[in-house]
């Protein structure tokens, strides 16, 4: 009698609703190019880098070629593409690697997304091509040592207008892809009407500007984030986002860039599911693979579900992106639900790996840690919920 061949398995599969399908043939067709760059070029690379706290800039001349700089802004040499597609590459980035899905984020929605949305056509047309090429990459600079989730509230960062310059002195702290990159958009209180305003700064040649990588991070490592010290800075007014008056322009910028973490925090638990089920299927204990006992199977098919509850979550907020209806507190209901949810997910995943749900090598200790920084970056849980609670109740708990 021949041997039995052996039983073939259903392969891993995150979007078990085939949220995808909803793209047109063309955006799908970049999805496909998103796939395929982050499991041929980065899979291979990723737990290396991780290990080290080092972005891999071997990557990038191919991260280039995908041509999705600007995506979701038409124009300006930008990608353009629907909300869905913003959010699906999101989820196609982060489903391999959190590090990379924020240094785009960094880079294409905040920096990038400033200056299409409170900037004036000239600054547009100036500096938008050559970032969405990528051969000027950004970071956006909010952040300062003292002031975390109170940005909203007293920056110290300072700007003074003399003529037709500013002097802008102060600290940013975490800002990602600032010890290396090109252009920082930096936030500062004007000192003369006490207002927030964003500057266009090239880091590199301008004096005064410093930068310090910090050490020791236990998540996204390889996010490369950076202490900047601004010590009289001079930006002239011409890099002065001209539509950027008060800190309510700020915070359209983080409104997109919100809902586009929720789309991080669900490719993360989609890449930490995939990971955990493929090993399920081949890790044997009691001589059977570990993924034919019940508990196992319990813990995946929650898992599961807690990513579903994300993917249609998020959908939904991008189809009110692309209408122009989306609200700061859907926004921030959506980071703060999906990034919970992610931190339940992933230590699932954790879990059904035993020991080895800790060593960078399986890949799911990455996304482990990887989700505590989506849970407290964009705005913690806690101010995501604070901006529900004013909206439901009426009444402001901020402070
Ligand atoms: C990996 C990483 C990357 C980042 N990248 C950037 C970047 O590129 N650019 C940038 O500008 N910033 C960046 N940040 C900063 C990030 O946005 C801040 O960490 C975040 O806003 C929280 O600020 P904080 O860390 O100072 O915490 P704090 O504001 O000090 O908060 C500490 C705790 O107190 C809670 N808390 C604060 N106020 C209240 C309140 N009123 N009611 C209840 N609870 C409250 C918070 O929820 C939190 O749990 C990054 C952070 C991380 C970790």
Same mark, same amino acid.
């Given at each position: ?8 398995? #259903?392969? #891993? ?52 070629? @995908? ?19 913003? %959010? ?10 959190? &590090? ?38 950004? !970071?956006?600079?909010?952040?300062? #040592? ?5 940005? %909203? ?25 600032? #010890?290396? !990159? ?51 800075? *001079?930006?002239?007014? =011409? ?8 800190? *309510? ?22 890449? /930490?599911?995939?990971?955990? @089920? ?26 599961? +579900?807690?990513?579903? /509850? ?5 959908? *939904?907020?991008?189809?009110? +992106? ?11 209901? &959506? ?6 949810? /992610?931190?339940?997910?992933? &230590?699932? /995943? *954790? ?8 060593? =960078? ?14 849970? &407290? ?23």
């Amino acid at each position: 009698m021949l041997a039995k061949a052996p039983k073939q398995l #259903p392969t #891993p599969n995150s979007d078990f609703y085939n949220f995808a399908e909803a793209l047109n043939g063309d955006e799908r067709a970049i999805l496909q190019k998103v796939r395929t760059f982050m499991e041929s070029k980065v899979t291979p690379i990723i737990n290396k880098y991780w290990v080290e706290d080092a972005f891999p800039f071997e990557v990038l001349p191919a991260f280039k070629e @995908l041509n999705i700089g600007g995506l979701g802004y038409e124009g300006h040499g930008c990608a353009g593409g629907s909300q869905l597609l913003v %959010g699906l590459v999101g989820i196609e980035m982060a489903r391999v690697d959190v &590090s990379i899905a924020t240094f785009f984020g960094v880079h294409s929605h905040l920096a990038m997304g400033s200056i299409a949305l409170d900037g004036s056509e000239e600054q547009k047309q100036k500096w938008l091509p050559p970032m969405a090429r990528l051969e000027k990459i950004g !970071c956006f600079g909010l952040t300062e #040592p003292l002031v975390g989730s109170g940005t %909203g509230g007293g920056l110290t960062t300072t700007a003074k207008r003399e003529g037709d310059t500013w002097v802008l002195n102060g600290q940013k702290r975490w800002i990602g892809n600032a #010890p290396w !990159c090109d252009v920082s958009i930096i936030w500062a209180r004007d000192l003369d009407d006490n207002q927030v305003k964003g500057f266009i700064v090239e880091n590199k040649t301008t004096p005064g500007f410093s930068v310090e990588k910090m050490q020791n991070k236990i998540a996204l490592k390889v996010v490369q984030n950076g202490q900047i010290t601004l010590k009289d800075v *001079r930006v002239p007014e =011409a890099n002065r986002l001209q539509g950027g008056n008060s800190f *309510r322009d700020t915070a359209r910028v983080l409104r997109g860039t919100r809902y586009y973490v929720g789309w991080e925090a669900t490719g993360c638990q989609m890449g /930490a599911y995939e990971h955990a @089920l493929k090993y399920a299927q081949e890790r044997l204990q009691f001589g059977k693979p570990i993924g034919s006992f019940q508990m196992i199977q319990d813990l995946l098919a929650k898992m599961l +579900a807690n990513i579903v /509850a994300c993917q249609c979550m998020v959908v *939904r907020t991008a189809r009110l +992106a692309d209408e122009g209806k989306l609200t700061d507190q859907q926004a921030a209901l &959506s980071k703060a639900f999906t990034t919970a949810k /992610a931190r339940e997910t992933v &230590s699932w /995943a *954790r879990e059904l790996l035993g020991g080895n749900g800790i060593i =960078a090598d399986y890949n799911v200790g990455r996304f482990f840690a990887d989700a505590e920084a989506l849970y &407290s970056y964009e705005g913690t849980y806690q101010m995501q919920n604070l901006i529900v609670g004013k909206a439901i109740t009426g009444f402001s708990a901020f402070i």
